[in-house]
């Protein structure tokens, strides 16, 4: 499972990110780290110009 699968699920904290990024950048994955992640392009697009908040925001809005 992805991140974003994961705290959707209740099994990880929204602070996690940072260690999924960890993950990436140490590792020879060949895909975006958004695809990592588990991001569509909308949520990838509010991450990179907004920030954490929107992002944080639109996945609480799929955790309901």
Request: aromatic share 12%; hydrophobic share 40%; net charge negative.
């Amino acid at each position: 499972m992805n991140f974003k699968e994961l705290y959707l699920a209740g099994e990880v904290e929204f602070e996690d990110i940072d260690d999924y990024i960890d993950i990436w950048n140490n590792s020879d994955d060949e895909r975006t780290l958004a695809q990592f992640l588990g991001l569509n392009e909308e949520e990838e697009d509010a991450w990179v110009s907004i920030g954490d908040e929107a992002l944080y925001d639109m996945l609480e809005e799929q955790r309901k």
